[in-house]
């Protein structure tokens, strides 16, 4: 294990570079404060993006996405067309991504962090070190249903209102919902 | 960084709302007003380029409370995208962003790239540099075409067709499809440039820099364009960083960032062309470096020509049978090429573990693409950072105390697609 300068990121967990990107893995308690540090130390002024991703069937042989049925949301068969080889695990079934950018004028840097949650985990926002997490934080609310504790305003932002279930989690089939006006409602 | 130094008119310090980044509400000493009026602008409207509400409290003529509302035209993107092999996604990301639909489809492709460690041959990087300046002009041509006619310049919208028309046909020579092309593969370009495409983007090249002329005639010294535009929705440097606008909207507030030049991709760093900036954060500076983005772009196509036009008999896609399709015409001599085409079209390539963000400066600002693969031929997890859905996070800081006779330019000049803001 090399030592780098992001071992002193409050609640840092691991770092690991791949394609030429840093990811840090940090404490779901410490994301603010780790979040603060990066923006006031290391000039992450801008976040560029947050990204919710689903983990659930990832190391599962043969399984390489869900297809939905016309019977309902419960029925889910995992795909046949199989993996060469296994994915490393997850440490948890959600993973937060939050896109740092530091706007240095022709040398920009970027830095993912990343928090591993379970479902229903709840997420501390990041809305009061950049208020763009706003509308981010809300879709992965109503994309991932991963709940954003102390968000000003945490409701869905695509999908309506009173939907149910939260789409793009990989036990959410696609073709699966029910058609309005119809009379198989 | 750099900040330009700004008129005595921007503002100073944070208007971004509280306790909401988003939503403006309505002050303390105003509500329970009998003076307050509350509006509902859209979904459906001409003027907001596509399908946004706005729900709008006025006190007057002024605009005291403002709340975005988003996700009419939600069509599953990313989910649909987790379902589809990879080389079949690639349609997908056009159909975000139906207008920067080039500059998508590029992310999306550079970030399967990025995960396979593919070479891509130098003349399909030159060809991609300008096809996707092409579409920044083609981008850059509907906002001011739509624009001005939201602000009572009507013409203006039929000399911008006229343009983009040339640019659409541009495409069609090159790709068979006015629009959403599908032109770039994982791995370099699906065809070949076809001939005379040279001679007629020289055409267009020549013709480019009067026709921007043209349009800075019909509005720039016109005394209704600058009123309506001047001084309006006003944004400051530190604000548009702190709501993570990019592109224009940023650049426009004075901050000098370009991911062309700062993060080079492609052969950015290979040619020679200047960011616009301007220092005041409102609308008429936003139309300012839309204009000069335009002329800018001009000169990185007619570089890219340049270099092109000594490729003649360059490869235009990588040689990596396990990625790329065979050329056609081996399938009819070769047992091993008709195995490769039949592997990649049924089941497509597989993409090693991994995941990447790549971005990329698109018309609207700072494209991304966060891709997840777990190894298998369909993409794990694809999420779109869409410029447009960040620029409408400023709504609510750019209308604050506005007129609302003044919404309608400063809504539009944030440059909206909504098919990338609802995704």
Redesign the interface.
Known sequence: VTESIWDVVPGHVETYE????T?VVVKRESLVEACDYLRDEHGF?????I?A???LG?DRAAV??Y?GTAQGRDLNEPMT?G???L??PKPKRFAM?Y?L?A??????R?L?VQVWLDDGEPVPSV?PV???A??HEREAWD?MGIPVEGH??LT?????DDWEGH??RKDYP?GGEPVRFSDAE | MTVAPARPRIYEGSRIPSPVPTILQIPEELRGSDDLLQVNFGPNHPSTHGVLRLLIDLHGETVVGLHALIGYLHTGFEKNMEQKTWWKAITYPERIDYVSFQNNELVFVLAIEQLLEIEVPRKATWMRMLLAELNRIHSHLVWLGTSGLELGAISMFWYCFREREAVLDLFELVAGARMHTRYFQAGGLAEDIPRGFFTECRKFVERMPHAVDEYEQLVDRNQIWLERTQDVGLLSASDAIALGQSGPVLRASGVDWDLRRDQPYLAYGDVDFRVAVYPNGDVYDRYRVRMDEMRESTRIVAQCLDRLEQMDFEPWIADDRKVVLPPREELHTSMESLIHHFKIVTEGYRVPEGEVYVTIESPRGECGCYVVSDGGPKPWRVKFRAPSFVALEATATCLRESLIADMIAIVGSLDTVMGEVDR
């Open positions: 791949a394609h030429g990107e990811t002024s801008f976040l560029s993006d990204t991703t689903d983990y990832w390489s996405g297809i067309q993996l060469q080889k994915p490393r991504n896109h950018l706007l240095r004028r022709g040398d920009g970027r993912r809305v950049w208020p763009t706003d509308w994309m000003p305003n869905r932002i695509l999908m309506e789409p793009l696609i």
